[in-house]
């Protein structure tokens, strides 16, 4: 699958205000998402049922198994931000 595919299918899934915060990648059938800050990996953890429902429902059934979120305060989100 292509970093696009997951990217578009992750923002789908998510909506807007998550996907500007968030970074995502597969490691064999994990989506390890890296988020600037811890209160963005509870959240991302307690609505993961429902976000891997509907990445599954995008992307196929045994797309993504799992996933992993981190927090990166150090991590880079401003191409995520509109422009000015």
């Given amino acids: 699958m292509s970093q696009q595919k997951l990217e578009f299918a992750w923002g789908a899934a ?7 915060v968030t970074r995502v990648k597969i ?18 953890m307690r609505a993961s049922p429902l976000i891997l429902q509907r990445l599954r429902s995008y992307l196929g059934a045994s797309a993504v198994a799992g996933i992993e979120a981190r927090a990166n305060a150090s991590l880079d989100v401003s191409r995520r931000l509109p422009p000015s």
């Fill in 14 to 20: 998510v909506g807007r205000a998550v996907e500007r």
């Fill in 27 to 44: 490691e064999g059938n994990i989506l390890v998402v890296d988020t600037t800050s811890t209160q963005w990996v509870q959240e991302i």
